[in-house]
């Protein structure tokens, strides 16, 4: 089944304790981003690739890291996280980068991340 | 500034109506435009994607159009079901590189 796969699904964790929301998608996707989505502010994005070792920041990338060492894989870093972190995260991905007008986005699951 | 509007916030519908919920955006120059779903909880689940040159597409009792010229995209429910409650998402792509979302409308169906 072509799925993006997002763990954990729920996370609460302590200001400045490092952690890592992995994200993996078997559909060959050479584009993956990262989305935190805020209450009155929509789904907005943090980080995306646009191929292995190809990434770059989106809306609102501080206090977030990622890397993309293979196409599957696309993990969220927060190195030192903080409670305005504290959101609800979506990890997706699509073909390409939407160029070709029919690159349809799958999302996963999501992961709720509290910061106390 | 490229930004994308749901209007309303929250919607109520009695069971079996059909209805439409809106979408409009600031940018005519769009590559595509998804329409989402979210359960409480829950991830996106794709709906439906029209791309630039199209003007509809349809997948059941939905049907979504898009008019680039005036920058507006519906979402046509027909028959609606309890199960259809949940929050429907725009997203547009205008070729930057990320998806740029509404902040969606919560739909009920009141049995």
């Known amino acids: 089944e072509a799925q993006v796969t997002q763990n954990p699904r729920y996370l609460i964790t302590v200001t400045g304790k490092k952690l890592t929301v992995t994200c993996s998608q078997n559909?060959?996707?050479?584009?993956m981003s990262w989305y935190r989505q805020d209450p009155g502010l929509g789904l907005r994005q943090i980080y995306y690739s646009m191929n292995v070792e190809v990434t770059d920041k989106g809306d609102v990338p501080e206090g977030y890291k990622v890397s993309r060492k293979e196409k599957r894989n696309f993990p969220l870093i927060l190195e030192s996280p903080s409670p305005n972190q504290t959101s609800l995260y979506f990890c997706?991905?699509?073909?390409?980068?939407?160029?070709?007008?029919?690159?349809?986005?799958?999302f996963g699951q999501g992961t709720r991340l509290t910061v106390v | 500034k490229q930004e994308v509007t749901q209007i309303p916030a929250a919607l109520s519908v009695p069971e079996g109506e059909n209805l439409v919920l809106n979408c409009s955006f600031t940018?005519?120059?769009?590559?595509?435009l998804q329409w989402f779903r979210q359960d409480p909880g829950k991830g996106l689940t794709s709906l439906l994607l029209i791309q630039s040159s199209q003007r509809e597409q349809t997948s059941g009792r939905l049907n979504a159009s898009l008019d680039k010229s005036s920058g507006r995209s519906t979402l046509y429910i027909a028959a609606s079901q309890p199960g259809d409650s949940a929050t429907y998402l725009c997203a547009v792509f205008f070729g930057n590189e990320k998806l740029t979302f509404g902040t969606g409308t919560r739909l009920t169906i009141i049995p």
């Open positions: 940018d005519s120059a769009i590559y595509n």
């Open positions: 997706a991905s699509s073909p390409n980068s939407g160029l070709a007008s029919n690159t349809e986005a799958f």
């Open positions: 559909m060959n996707h050479e584009y």
